[in-house]
């Protein structure tokens, strides 16, 4: 079944930790972005991808890094994770098309909480 | 550059009232637009898209919307509210140039009682 997965779901982690976050993808989707979201907030997109070797930053400044190494696969880095990190991180696809077939299909969030 | 503005961050209604969710675009072209739900602890789940087709776009769970250029809205409606409607709602635009410029509204919170 096509699907976007996100391991882990939650996260308890001590402050100057290196912690990635995975993101997978099942759709063949070139596209893919990372959003960061606070409780009940609005959605802030931090890392985004067109393709495999292509990494762009987002709206919002952030620490952490991303990778592309294969289509399916977009995992977030964070080298040393501070409580300023504690957020909801949501992964997201889509293809790459001109057509209103760019929406964005979402996987189920990771909740981070950095002690 | 394309935005979304979204009146009301709280929405609150009765279980079987109308619901009405409002979004605002602005868009220098014809935009594509889109409104997604999330529950709680949940990512977002796609509810209907406007295409340029059909002004009024039916979705999932009984909600539809209609798009209106004259008055760049696309607000989300649903005849009757049910308990399981409670979530956060998204309105979002995308222009056509290979979903390039793909906002975000600040979202509502629906709250459904009882």
């Known amino acids: 079944e096509a699907d976007i997965y996100q391991t882990p779901r939650y996260l308890v982690i001590g402050t100057g930790k290196k912690i990635t976050l995975e993101c997978s993808q099942t759709m063949g989707h070139d596209k893919m972005y990372w959003y960061q979201q606070d409780p009940g907030m609005e959605l802030h997109l931090i890392h985004y991808?067109?393709?495999?070797?292509?990494?762009e930053k987002g709206d919002l400044s952030s620490e952490s890094t991303v990778s592309r190494i294969r289509t399916e696969h977009f995992p977030l880095t964070l080298e040393s994770a501070r409580p300023s990190h504690t957020s909801q991180y949501l992964c997201a696809s889509s293809v790459l098309s001109g057509g209103a077939s760019n929406e964005q299909f979402f996987g189920p969030g990771t909740r981070l909480t950095v002690l | 550059a394309q935005s979304v503005t979204q009146l009301g961050s709280h929405v609150s209604v009765s279980e079987g009232a109308l619901v009405l969710l409002r979004c605002n675009y602005s868009?220098?072209?014809?935009?594509?637009l889109f409104w997604y739900v999330q529950y709680p602890n949940q990512g977002l789940q796609l509810l209907l898209k406007?295409?340029?087709?059909?002004?009024l776009v039916k979705g999932i769970n009984g909600f539809e919307a209609e798009f209106k250029k004259s008055e760049t809205s696309f607000h989300l409606t649903k005849p009757s509210a049910h308990m399981s409607d409670a979530a956060e709602y998204f309105c979002?635009?995308?222009?056509?140039?290979?979903?390039?410029?793909?906002?975000f509204g600040p979202g509502t919170r629906l709250s459904v009682l009882p």
């Open positions: 406007y295409t340029s087709a059909a002004t």
């Open positions: 979002a635009v995308s222009d056509h140039n290979y979903g390039q410029n793909f906002v």
């Open positions: 868009s220098s072209v014809p935009p594509y």
């Open positions: 991808s067109y393709g495999v070797n292509s990494t």
